[in-house]
């Protein structure tokens, strides 16, 4: 499973880069506006500063919901470097442009996905990824996880090569989870990867092991 960071926060993204098990970066508008990142030509920057620490795909959103200006800015956004992977939502002017940009070989990402049926059509279009956002499904009382099982099931069935990104992670729990179900991509925050890492019986462990190699030197 691929991990990418969600965020714009580019000290968080060099300290996941650094760990070296960082695939890519995923954003959203308000995740650049969390960061205090605003205004067209910010954006654009900041986008280029998030490819030139990691090596992989940076997802990097449209603002338009319109399909004409949708291409337009995705066009832009995918001009500004090889990594950039063009984020539409998931609506209809959005699958349009999925279409359109899939059949030019510019990388997609279908975001706010919420249902098995939005995840079969982004697909059909020939999304690269399908963002489900299962803490968002989870937070009103709909199972998350089992949207990312359905869509596993739909895209094996028929061998699509849409990568499964999984979304709205919130901890490591998630992180586990979607791996056992077989999310291509799991995309969330630092905590939920550094989340990975840690067990009291390790820190006990090297602890005593320390402690031990003191007493025979
Ligand atoms: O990748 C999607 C993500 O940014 C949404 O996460 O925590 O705002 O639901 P969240």
Redesign the pocket.
């Known amino acids: 499973m691929k991990f990418f960071i969600?965020t714009a926060n580019l000290e968080q993204i060099k300290e996941a880069q650094a760990l070296g098990v960082l695939d890519g970066v995923?954003t959203?508008p308000?995740?650049m506006a969390k960061e205090g990142i605003t205004g067209k030509e910010n954006i654009l920057h900041h986008y280029k500063a998030i490819c030139n620490i990691v090596d992989g795909d940076v997802s990097a959103e449209v603002i338009a919901t319109d399909f004409d200006t949708m291409v337009k800015e995705g066009e832009e956004l995918a001009a500004l470097h090889s990594q950039i992977v063009v984020k539409l939502p998931m609506i209809k002017e959005g699958v349009k442009a999925c279409k359109y940009f899939s059949d030019k070989g510019i990388k997609t990402n279908m975001?706010l996905v919420f249902s098995a049926g939005q995840a079969l059509l982004a697909a059909k279009a020939g999304a690269t990824y399908v963002?489900p956002?299962l803490?968002?499904l989870d937070?009103v009382a709909t199972d998350g996880l089992h949207l990312i099982s359905e869509i596993r099931q739909i895209y094996d069935n028929y061998a699509f090569e849409t990568e499964i990104l999984s979304?709205?992670?919130?901890h490591t729990m998630h992180v586990i989870n979607c791996a056992k179900l077989g999310s291509d991509v799991m995309?969330g925050p630092l905590s939920a990867i550094m989340g990975l890492l840690k067990h009291p019986l390790t820190d006990i462990g090297l602890a005593k092991f320390l402690e031990d190699y003191q007493k025979g030197n």
């Open positions: 969600d995923t959203n308000s995740l975001t963002s956002f803490g968002r937070d979304a709205s992670i919130r995309t």
